[in-house]
C-alpha cells in the first residue's frame, strides 16, 4: 500500500508539472483516498491485541 501511495505521489507531481492538469483532481482525490485506507488500517493494526498468534485450525 505505501508503494501504491509513492507512486500516486510521484504521479500527482508530474501531473502538476504537465499539461495534463485535467487528471490532477482524480490523482490528488486516489491519492486521499489510499492514504486514508492506510491510516484506518495502522490503527487497525494498532488497536489489536499484543498476545499470542493465531493457531493453524485443521
Known amino acids: ?21 485535467c487528471n490532477l483532481h482524480e490523482v490528488a482525490h486516489t491519492l486521499r483516498w489510499q492514504k486514508a485506507r492506510l491510516r484506518r488500517l495502522e490503527e487497525c493494526l494498532a488497536a489489536m491485541p499484543a498476545g499470542k498468534p493465531a493457531s493453524n485450525r485443521s
Do not use: F
Open 1 to 21: 500500500m505505501r508503494s501504491e501511495i509513492d507512486r500516486l505521489e510521484r504521479g500527482l507531481i508530474e501531473t502538476a508539472n504537465s499539461k495534463a492538469r
